[in-house]
Nanobody, 117 residues
Framework: QVQLVESGGGLVQPGGSLRLSCVAS????????MGWFRQAPGKQRELVAV???????NVTDSVKGRFTISRDNAKNTVYLQMNSLKPEDTAVYYC???????????WGQGTQVTVSS
């Protein structure tokens, strides 16, 4: 069983910054990918960013140049640094974990990010 604990969401003004964190615990392999999805009201859940244990990292085009994903493998933690936030970034952000080669997958409980003046 994998447990994911997210933190760092909140209310921020346009142009502001937030950093999300997600810690994975339980019986997990070091070979894994961790990342973030988000879901805005009335929209489908979309992949925002993902980082693998071996150093690969990608962010979706809509947040490139503003969001950065990083991870601390020793702490089983992934971070999402969000800068220059826009109202359209408002969503519930979900941490995800995928283990290799088993493909075991887990969602976090979600953390609300609201960008509003």
């Amino acid at each position: 069983q994998v447990q994911l604990v997210e933190s760092g969401g909140g209310l921020v003004q346009p142009g502001g910054s937030l950093r999300l964190s997600c810690v994975a615990s339980g019986s997990i392999s070091s070979r894994n990918a961790m990342g973030w999805f988000r879901q805005a009201p009335g929209k489908q859940r979309e992949l925002v960013a993902v980082a693998t244990w071996d150093g690969n990292a990608n962010v979706t085009d809509s947040v490139k140049g503003r969001f950065t994903i990083s991870r601390d493998n020793a702490k089983n933690t992934v971070y999402l640094q969000m800068n220059s936030l826009k109202p359209e970034d408002t969503a519930v952000y979900y941490c995800i974990f995928r283990e290799y080669p088993t493909n075991r997958f887990q969602w976090g409980q979600g953390t609300q990010v609201t960008v509003s003046s």
